[in-house]
């Protein structure tokens, strides 16, 4: 596989050294050019000094061919694209808001694939930015054997009981008001 890593930090210098060990192409970015060099020289693997969050440096790294990329950087900076553009710019609110679910359902299957146990997802202010068809395909992908336990926050419980109803997985409901944890009947009216 060609996997771009952003970031050279602890976390994405253990990522290089595991995924290089296994053949993997893989081509990791850094601010910082001291941290490139000395990645780049103990694995082997391609390194480029600049902001992972830049198109322009994206396409040194060849992402039109990458099968992978991952970003373990301290920064809240993703460049997404929508074909050629920036999503941030042309796309709708519900646009970004499903690339930032599917690329949080991606983290959840290679942390699953890579790690000793299956990780918690958790879905917060799900219905936020999304029409109700879509939430529900993505309750409907969750809801399947692959997922584990699965956590949906909402403060619309008209709209969480329809789509859970629909969608026919086994759930609980629970309500959390001023700390209190409080277990709901499915069929509870919302209040």
Known sequence: MKIIIVGCGKVGAALTAQLSREDNLVTVIDTDSI????VSNTYDVM???GNGASYQVLQEADIEHADLMIAVTDKDELNMLLGEFPIKKEGSQGQNKTYLVALKLA????LKRTGRTV???????IF???DA??????VKLVGGDNFGQIFITDTNRGH???ILHKVG???KIFRVEEGTIQEMEADDEAQ
Do not use: A, H, W
């Not at 941290?35 to 000395?38: D, I, K, P, S």
């Open 119 to 125: 990780p918690l997802l958790l879905l917060d202010d």
């Open 160 to 162: 969480l009981d329809r």
């Open 47 to 49: 390194g480029i000094v």
């Open 169 to 171: 997985s086994d759930y």
């Open 128 to 130: 936020d930015k999304l």
């Open 133 to 138: 068809s879509r939430v529900e395909q993505i």
């Open 107 to 110: 983290q959840f299957d290679f």
């Open 35 to 38: 941290v490139v060099r000395n």
